[in-house]
């Protein structure tokens, strides 16, 4: 009766038209106007219970019915309001209120079938709670009440969520190894040589601190080829040089001045000193070149590799006075040819890396090149700079190859669906929906990442599946029972219907051939259950 | 729709590897039948977005957006 009650305004404004025409024309017009208003209620007040939701569809249709309407029913237009309460008496009892949307429906839908499609679609509740059921369920459960109730638990658990915050610091331990890396190399950077300095103060070996300033002037004029190439370098940027040897500058300027007054003021005997100071700066080693004293071979390789990483050789130093420091008891030459052994390894290592970095940066600015040098020791600290560089990019390569296999939960590996594949697909549904653009290369990757993701879904569900069997080989009627979970199979839709629509010939023909009879099978049981029940 | 056949073998191996079970022998045609249901779901949404974002052809964002939602109703 709302209804109804709401269709009387909306004749109103029709009835306020009214009075325009009847200004113009005469009293039968006004009349026959009224009696075009009357039916429309009529109508609507019918089409209300089928199509109650859509107002645009109310409008059109009542223009078109309205016409026939009071065609006919304009001579009757004085019963009319005797008609109005009698039909609106009548459909008190629930037969007479569908025997006349029945009649009013058949009356306005010429087309059977589009009566039962429009009728089952919009009016069967269960359809629309499904629908709304698939819209909604999928969104908001899964993702908001695990977490929730997770954290929940731990905070309102009393002192057990202490306990429990402590491993949580566990994770930023992995990160934590790193950290110190790097810590370590900004304190190597700067402090160690100043703790050198004193160090050398306390205890410093004459000879070893002359050889090292000699090592110097005598680097610059060593013609060697290693040198050559390294000095040219460094000579085409000398400006750069000084700017970039921030680093390097401080330790030789620092380390030989200081050692200067230190050998004039006390001589000692220390292995552990002359270590330091051939592990600790390149000009101990250039030093030894100078001298010739130690190891005439020894000699020429390592100063310019030092020259050239001053990070790496302060992580080899602390290697090498670790070392010099297990062999104190040994003579001073033992130590330092143990060293210059380790060193021409390190150093011939690092000649190649050395070259790589450099030629790229001196291009670019300064910070840069102070940048790219103190990535690269961190990276050779975490590398720990014995191993070479040639197997680094040995690993990378195989990294790259293994994107293509992934490997699942249970640690098999299987290879990634084939695109090519997902493109036809994709493109012929494309077609289907009527989209003309064809599917891109990112849409692709975006697909065959979906791709993987459902068959990894998949794989889990049939795998539950099975289980709940009680076997260990999937069956059809495992992928038979997810999909009716998924609704995709209904008493309308079989598995052969879809397959129709959607599989070639080949594989329709032996999806026939075996699973059919088993399907029978379960449909006989279901239909005979059902029938017993209803029985 | 498809008119030539899918990988097989593939399909078995990406099952058998992520169930760790062995697979029947032509439960690989129902899979890769769910799978086609999966994609015309994945791509009638993606099509009705990029519709609705004014986007000439299917793009790998509207995809992106509408792929979890696919993924949860083919959930079993």
Redesign the interface.
Known sequence: MSESARKRPRTSPQNSEGPEGTGNTTLYTSLRQLAGIAPRPTTPFKRASSAGPTPGSRRTPNIVIRTPGTVAQTPRSGARPRQFPARRAAPTTPHAIRALRERANAARTPGAHRRRSGRIQRETPRDILRDLS?VLA??TR?IKSSPQVQDSRRQSALDLPDVEDDPEPAAPRLSMPLDDMYDDNSFDEAPPRQSLLPEFLDDVDTETIHSLEFGRRALSEDPRMTFAARLSELGLGGEELEIDRTFINRRPTLNPDQILQDTIQEEVDDTTTEIRTLTGQREGRSSEVGLGVFGQTDEPDEPTFRFTIPQRIQAQAQNIAQDGAQFEDDTGQDVESNAAVNEEEEDAIAGFEQDGWESDPHVEDDEDLQAYREEVSAVDRSLQTHSPERPIPAEIRPRRQRKELHI???G????S??PT??K???N???K??G??????N??L???V???D??????????????QHAGR?????S??????R??R?ITSNNT?FS??Q????R??LQ??R???APKLKGQKRKRMESIEEEAG | ???????RG??K???????????????D????????????D???E??IT??AAN??????LS??KV?E????????
């Not at chain 1, 990894?456 to 539950?464: F, K, P, R, S």
């Not at chain 2, 191996?13 to 439960?27: D, E, F, Y």
């Not at chain 2, 939602?69 to 079993?76: M, S, V, W, Y």
Request: charged share 25%.
């Open positions: 698939r999928p969104t899964p699942s939960r249970c098999h590996e299987y290879p669906f084939n594949v997902v036809r697909l994709a012929s549904f494309a289907a929906q989209s003309k653009g064809k599917i891109g990112d849409t990757d975006a697909l990442k979906a791709t993701f459902f068959f990894e879904q998949i794989g889990e569900d049939l795998a539950v599946y099975a260990k080989i999937i069956e059809e495992d992928v038979i029972a997810l999909m979970r998924q995709k598995i879809l397959a629509k959607l599989l070639p080949e594989l032996e999806l051939m075996h699973p | 729709m498809a008119q030539t056949l899918y990988p593939t399909v191996k990406i099952v058998k590897a992520h169930t760790n079970r062995s697979l029947s022998k032509n439960v045609v129902l899979i890769f039948l769910n799978y086609a249901l999966f994609m015309q994945i791509i009638k993606a099509s990029s519709k986007e000439r052809s299917i793009s790998a995809v992106r792929r939602g696919c993924l949860r109703k083919f959930a079993g």
